[in-house]
């Protein structure tokens, strides 16, 4: 199909630049083939988006996703997780639907606040871009850059995105399957028109499972960043 961008403006558009940190490039938690989008990314920046944002996996060291701060639990199992009271306990008397208890899976230790994993990786020009940091808090596990699955956290994007009178939103990073998918979703769910560029995104699986979800949920798929570059809209 092709790409329709007549509601498109480069005033009304933001990029969202999804955990291009080391981890998950070179590190702990590697994306495989990951440093093979950066160039594609640092070319879509050249793009005059009204909001360009860069997010940032930015956990405590005790992360409840870690498989080492479980008992007899390795790397890549799942446990369940549940709602964390305190968080709970702040909720508006008006926001009282039930919260599920959730699956996660284990990861290895991965980008710790004030570690080099944390870090944008080399080559990624990330300077002047606003950074969003997610997965902050112990208890909650946050693969969306705008709020935990349970709605108890937020990062702020929301509000950054409104407050430029955004509409568009095109999401680009690591890993598909996981922080782009979701973080995707929830900006379908939010009103944005969102879509999502697939030689700029890398994922864990093979299996491709995220893109289907993602149409089905509105999410518009561009196929590749050059018809981006080379549509009339953007290059204006």
């Not at 080391?22 to 920046?45: K, Y």
């Not at 990861?107 to 969003?132: M, N, R, S, Y």
């Amino acid at each position: 199909m092709p790409l329709n961008l007549e509601h498109v403006q480069p005033s009304n558009s933001a990029i969202l630049v999804i955990d291009v940190q080391n981890d998950f490039v070179s590190g702990t938690l590697a994306v495989r083939d990951a440093d093979q989008i950066i160039d594609t990314i640092n070319t879509l920046l050249t793009l005059p988006f009204a909001l360009k944002v860069a997010t940032q996996d930015y956990h405590p060291a005790n992360h409840i996703s870690f498989a080492r701060n479980h008992t007899d639990k390795n790397v890549f199992d799942k446990i369940t997780i549940f709602p964390p009271p305190e968080l709970v306990a702040r909720r508006k008397p008006e926001d009282q639907k039930p919260l599920e208890a959730l699956e996660q899976v284990l990861w290895p230790v991965h980008c710790v606040q004030d570690t080099t994993g944390v870090a944008f990786v080399d080559g990624l020009k990330h300077e002047g871009l606003e950074i969003v940091h997610k997965g902050c808090d112990v208890g909650i596990e946050c693969y969306s850059a705008f709020q935990d699955p349970w709605g108890l956290t937020n990062t702020g994007l929301e509000d950054k995105l409104r407050n430029k009178e955004i509409s568009n939103v095109f999401v680009v990073g690591l890993a598909g399957d996981y922080c782009v998918k979701f973080t995707a979703l929830d900006a379908k769910k939010f009103g944005f028109n969102t879509f999502v560029i697939r030689d700029a995104v890398k994922s864990v699986s093979d299996e491709g499972t995220e893109w289907p979800e993602m149409t089905k949920a509105g999410v518009e798929i561009i196929d590749t960043a050059e018809e981006l570059l080379t549509s009339k809209i953007f290059s204006q």
